[in-house]
Nanobody
């Protein structure tokens, strides 16, 4: 019912920048929370990188504070992440997550995930 599609990943050298985008579509009434998570082969648990509520209030992992900026466009159901001063440890698959109210179940928020976009930072 809800699809999330990420884009903007790629390969950069340390110190470079990338901008990720996530587009949500489907039977959406509203999106309570949107965020970015990172998967990497050395960590079995997805790490929350940044998230923002429907008022735009951001929350960042300590490791990215001052380097990443998350933003969202509620009218477009879109999420963005500007990543500057990238480090090799930022490498991983970045997944978009959204907690969504849909028209068929307007009182129950459910979580959805995108397929992810690869970010590779070389030293």
């Amino acid at each position: 019912q809800v699809q999330l599609v990420e884009s903007g990943g790629g390969s950069v050298q340390a110190g470079g920048s990338l901008r990720l985008s996530c587009a949500a579509s489907g039977n959406i009434l509203s999106i309570a929370l949107m965020g970015w998570y990172r998967q990497d082969p050395d960590n079995p648990r997805d790490e929350m990188v940044a998230e923002t509520d429907d008022g735009g209030l951001p929350n960042y992992a300590d490791s990215v504070k001052g380097r990443f900026t998350i933003s969202r466009d509620n009218a477009k159901n879109a999420l963005y992440q500007q990543m500057n001063s990238l480090k090799p440890e930022d490498t991983g698959v970045y997944l978009c997550n959204a907690v969504v109210y849909t028209a068929d179940m307007p009182h129950l928020a459910r979580g959805y995930w995108g397929q992810g976009t690869q970010v590779t930072v070389s030293s």
